[in-house]
Nanobody, 121 residues
Framework: QVQVVESGGGLVQAGGSLRLSCAAS????????LGWFRQSPGKERECVAA?????YYADSVKGRFTISRDNAKNTVYLQMNNLKPEDTTVYYC?????????????????WGQGAQVTVSS
């Protein structure tokens, strides 16, 4: 089992920045592939960024969001800059054992509880 815990959500004005953190425990951290997803009501959960053998970014966040990992701290981060009101939703961290970069929700086995990000205009 892998436990995944997010932190760092909140309220920010448009153009501002937030950093989400996700601590994963229960398995050797560098054996994990990780992703950040978001889901708005009535929509499918979409991958905004993922990190494994490479990194992936959704077109909607490319150039604004950065995913990174610190294996010494067992933590993956999502730095979000130039936030827009349409980025408002709940963000989820996901983990699975693997070496590839996975970008579909069904590829992941472990999920955090979600972190609310609200961007005001």
């Amino acid at each position: 089992q892998v436990q995944v815990v997010e932190s760092g959500g909140g309220l920010v004005q448009a153009g501002g920045s937030l950093r989400l953190s996700c601590a994963a425990s229960g398995r050797t951290f560098n054996s994990l592939a990780l992703g950040w997803f978001r889901q708005s009501p009535g929509k499918e959960r979409e991958c905004v960024a993922a990190i494994g053998s490479t990194t992936y970014y959704a077109d909607s966040v490319k150039g604004r969001f950065t995913i990174s990992r610190d294996n010494a701290k067992n933590t993956v981060y999502l730095q979000m800059n130039n936030l827009k009101p349409e980025d408002t939703t709940v963000y989820y961290c996901a983990a699975r054992v693997g070496t590839f970069t996975y970008i579909t929700a069904r590829s992941y086995d472990y999920w955090g509880q979600g972190a609310q990000v609200t961007v005001s205009s």
